[in-house]
């Protein structure tokens, strides 16, 4: 059994779609121009500088800054400073960490930590 062949006519616009499907898609592989190339790449570098730049040492507003107290490392504990150590870093409570208390995980980041040693120095202190 034959098959009926393609008539001549239809052939010939099927070769030109077929070229012109080609050439369109071999356009798209070329490379982009110079000037693109280099606006491409300062770019990429800007962005990189900028990624690597530290981050602001300013707390959010309303945010604990615990290098606002560190003053107090080394320093006897006494209860009378609490408040002042609270108005001082901007936080909102003050917790003082004691040797072997237990204490929970959670993160407050308007919450002081005062870490007190076995010697009642003030050892540390951090928000959260």
């Keep these: 059994m034959q098959f009926p062949?393609?008539?001549?006519?239809?052939?010939?616009?099927?070769?030109?779609?077929a070229t012109a499907t080609l050439l369109l898609a071999l356009s798209a592989c070329?490379?982009?121009a110079?000037?693109?190339?280099?606006?491409?790449?300062?770019?990429?570098?800007q962005a990189a500088q900028a990624a690597a730049a530290p981050a602001e040492a300013t707390p959010p507003p309303g945010a604990c800054d615990a290098s606002q107290v560190q003053g107090l490392v080394g320093q006897p504990y006494a209860e009378s400073m609490l408040n002042q150590a609270k108005?001082?870093?901007?936080?909102?409570d003050v917790r003082v960490l004691k040797p072997?208390?237990?204490?929970?995980?959670?993160?407050?980041?308007?919450?002081?930590?005062?870490?007190?040693?076995?010697?009642?120095?003030?050892?540390?202190?951090?928000?959260?």
Excluded: H, W, Y
């Design 34 to 45: 110079p000037e693109e190339q280099d606006e491409a790449l300062n770019e990429s570098q």
């Design 87 to 92: 108005e001082d870093a901007g936080a909102t």
């Design 30 to 32: 070329t490379k982009p």
């Design 100 to 128: 072997n208390q237990p204490v929970t995980m959670e993160f407050i980041g308007e919450r002081l930590n005062i870490e007190i040693d076995e010697k009642g120095m003030v050892s540390g202190v951090r928000c959260g």
């Design 5 to 17: 062949s393609t008539p001549r006519a239809l052939r010939r616009p099927a070769a030109l779609i």
